[in-house]
């Protein structure tokens, strides 16, 4: 969204930004609960979901009410806001929806199953004046937010080397077969792809390379559980992205940046200062999931959308960087099929 | 307060628990703000400070009244609890009279300013049947929290050898006839020395040897600005508690346990996990105020609060937490008198 | 050199294994100290450079004589050994001469300027059955050492996504056209690629793909100062190598192995344990030369010549290792000039 | 020794300095390998134990001859400096024949039992114009050096608070009357006095009050396994030196100064970089030895030896740094002795 884009404004009162969340599966849940406890601003009116019982689970104790039609919050004069948790493949849908119900949205990434349909809610948003954000949350995460405060303020230098990396805990899935194809970079390296993104303002990605194989299940048909990415910037600036699915020692998350005036790393894993020291050695705990590890994260990036909603304004991250990280993950997928490097798209015609 | 000590239970609602704050001052308004934003199960009601415009000032943006006179708010119906984080000398008056207005009381450390003030704090929330919880904090930090959990677990063996530290931000007081005498034992170290106690748990303090002195200014008639302690524990381990008025670094927190078994050691004051690499080296920031280093904690521990009003149980910390710390502050000011060791109160009757 | 492969064993005795150095630039110099003062079981006899002063500068101050000419030392009967830091281009002919002289060699990487130099190489030193050692340092600094153990041992599980890294100090070269081209990869990633070598050890690089460019001097003809290259190896696992050779910061060398059982990380640049706070924050020290971070490592590893000249064995690291560094490093300059991923050779036969 | 008093000098010339080394025990033997390996200016010619086959152990590995009487080495003309690492009962009369005979010395810690007997051997070293070293290693840990020259240089500011603190790996002595007494202030925390007087430099210890028992071998008539001590200094400075006989995880030696411009904190324990990430956390290895974690400053202390040796001048820690450091120990034990603080001799003369 263009930044000086009108965005419908909510009349200010003193009462919080009503949210409706869509979807209660395990980060909806997170994100119901982050919404009814942890953001001030913010008050959770209903939880939808067509399970049965899915809903009523997570909204019960919060107070909210449950649904099992999207058309009951859309409809409803007591919503201000959506927050899309379903899968994926219905993202584009609802945010439509939203968006033509005149209901601000927030969509779990990805945006849409495609750039095409990443610029259809794009488009829609816009119609409709309502504030898009995406949930890109490590833009929310302390250390990363810091970082891009040092490299927009110049302390960093120019932008030379990037990294960005995911390791989802434990062992990786049980069944192969239920990985949608693709899935680790649309849904896994797009935090990745954003990160890098948001590490290297005005720079925008121009081809990338990929590489990654099913380590879990070797000779798998369809499953990429390891990955590695290199990116070229538009400013020469090189980036790596890697994931992993299975790392057995937590939930990791890093970054890293290499200005020609310095350097900076964020994220090491330790969930505390408490250092144990046995006849091991020294050992810190490690985060085990996304939910611990950016808790914070998660409240701050809901709260951006309470505040975006209540100064009409549009907000920090949006159908933009949506579509940007987006085309990231499509150009890995045409690098994987050509096995060389691909060019990644700057606007939706060039997807065809 | 024995743990046995049935706390009056008030009606299980799906309200929040009502709270009052008494003290509008820095921490004051913090404890406001974390009560109306970042505690869930708390509703700020009221703020009373009798100095004109300091309760409005906190009351209003967070939607609560303001009130001048506390009683306003012990006479109201709509107030569950009282939090008081007013002068220290006015402690033990306003937590006696919120505990025989009804009121659970939730008290800034000192609890008092003598043991005999805090042991009758103490008999009236007992005669009321009502919460009383103290304001120490470090034992809602998550890594002062999971030191004890190895400590009760066994994990680290038999406690040996503590220490606690705090050093405040900043270059110290500017007027140094402000700070009342022996501050630094009965309010700042007053923490390290239920941080000792904390993680020490089934021994008590038997006697300590303070060794304090201005040397911000040399000479000074009652300031002291820095303080070393050893304090001696029934089960024989030695406990040391710093502090200093003035750490240019930023506000810094540490414990330290050295058990049979192994040792653990808590805060080391880097902010976040950025680290920044430039010229000078590698640089990790580090927290500059207590809010900030503190900050969940001190929301954990409003929780408390609220859970144990809720469920009508004693807190986690309570008068005899409160006593005990402020015996070991009471027997640093005899050291000091005597230049020697002192034997550390286990009764008010020792006192005189 | 397979491990088999019998070398000829020095008349064991009670003096020290006596080395002659050649090439008396900044690295010949740092292992001529080396060798004379911090590896007890050699002897420095001469330092060989046909620049004069260049040796005599070199070799007075430590007690070994100054030469011009490298037969001086070839033929001399008080020496064992000849350590070759002379120039890259030279290195072919310095290991055939000294094999074919009877004298055991250490040569600084990369052991030859393609693969079939590398090969003649390792075919004059197996054909004089003399020891033959390259110089790759990371593999006896300290904690690659440990990481190998602990992939070895099994600790780690199966090997699945790597990384090392290599940052040269300070702001670059400042003339680019004096940088051979290539540089990048056959003298400063040579390390990483024998380090992700010897980190996933019984299998081999498969193919690459390598990304580079001139940030610091944009355009430039043939300078490549940062590069990322993704190595793919024979059990599927995924190697990252990066370097840049303009890190303000300082030398950085880093390395990971992400396992099936377990992560590890080697390498954060603080040169001390040393912790300064102020105003900015926390800082640690990081090394600024390859002799200091790996100081340690150049001792060991030119004690390990001794230790296989004395003992009758091939060294820890030779010419097999240096070919199948070199092989990557070769495939990196195929994959510059076809833009996509190119095959590692594994004989010499495949460079054609 | 005062900077100023001439030290004879010995002939400058090519050949290394010539040490005998007497003591054969743990850390003698420690020191000989140090001499013969590791200090490239020094030639360990022989090693002294009155123990039978004790000396030849020793020895024979590193090719030095082994001598049962110590007149075999002060008589021998091929003996520049005598390294004393005999019982801490025999320092004094090592010390003083040493000097009679025209030998250097350098003395492990303490170089006496009592402030008499180090005077005594002060005087005799002073008179015999000899070198007098005392084996304070901590002085050349990088980061305890570094640490001073931070606070000699003002980049600290004014010394206001110390912490100096030893741990003994293991699980203590496995029977408690073969430790003499007070041995906790006298071997162990003497490291620590000397390392806070190293850190206050132009300051000395005022008083100090000791608190230490017997926590292994709880009732114990002499044994003192854990101490706090703190430490008054002259100019207000406030010291603490912790000590424990106990420390399952490691050696562990650390240091913090707080200064009015900043804070430095030294030792960590982390042995190197590597750090494993597996299901129970990141984890450091921990250094398990004092020849492990302090290896480089035994090698720097015994190099100042032959420094000071060849550049004819006092070593950088002579022994009015060990009269110093035991002043504090033996106002230590005048501490434990009267319960309260006690005065901290500057002179001989005060000790009766």
Chains 1, 2, 3, 4 share one sequence.
């Not at 302390?142 to 995911?166: C, I, N, Y």
């Not at 049980?174 to 849904?187: L, Y």
């Not at 194989?213 to 990415?229: E, I, N, Q």
């Not at 090491?268 to 050695?281: F, N, P």
Request: proline share 5%.
């Amino acid at each position: 969204m263009d930044p000086r884009t009108p965005v419908r404004r909510t009349t200010m009162t003193s009462t919080p930004v009503r949210v409706a969340l869509v979807g209660a599966g395990r980060i909806g849940a997170a994100h119901a609960e982050t919404l009814a406890r942890r953001v001030p601003d913010a008050h959770l009116v209903a939880v939808v979901d067509p399970r049965p019982g899915a809903a009523t689970a997570v909204a019960t104790p919060l107070g909210a009410r449950a649904e099992t039609e999207v058309d009951a919050v859309l409809g409803a004069a007591d919503v201000d806001a959506v927050v899309v948790a379903a899968s994926s493949v219905a993202h584009r849908d609802l945010v439509v929806a939203a968006a033509d119900a005149g209901k601000h949205v927030f969509c779990e990434k990805p945006a849409g199953m495609s750039l095409v349909e990443i610029d259809e809610a794009r488009r829609a948003a816009t119609a409709a004046g309502v504030v898009f954000q995406v949930g890109f949350n490590r833009r929310f995460a302390r250390e990363f937010a810091q970082a891009r405060d040092l490299v927009e303020s110049g302390t960093l230098g120019e932008v030379r080397q990037l990294r960005s990396l995911t390791r989802d805990p434990g062992r990786g899935p049980s069944d192969p077969d239920v990985v949608p194809p693709w899935t680790i970079f649309t849904q896994t390296l797009i935090h990745d792809f954003d990160t890098l993104n948001f590490l290297n303002p005005g720079a925008h990605a121009v081809d990338v390379v990929a590489t990654a194989d099913s380590l879990l299940f070797p000779g798998h048909a369809t499953l990429l559980d390891h990955a590695t990415v290199v990116v070229r910037y538009s400013n020469g600036a090189l980036g790596t992205a890697e994931a992993s699915f299975a790392a057995v020692y937590g939930y990791d998350v890093r970054g890293e940046v290499l200005g020609s005036e310095g350097m900076v790393t964020m994220g090491e894993g330790a969930s505390s200062s408490l250092r144990v020291h046995g006849q091991g050695g020294r050992t810190a705990s490690t985060a085990h999931s996304d939910t611990e590890l950016l808790r914070d994260a998660y409240a701050a990036e809901l709260a951006e959308l309470c505040a975006a909603v209540r100064e009409g304004r549009p907000p920090a991250v949006g159908a933009d960087e949506a579509f940007a990280a987006f085309a990231v993950a499509q150009a890995c997928i045409d690098s994987m099929t050509t096995g060389g490097r691909a060019a990644v798209a700057t606007s939706v015609l060039q997807e065809a």
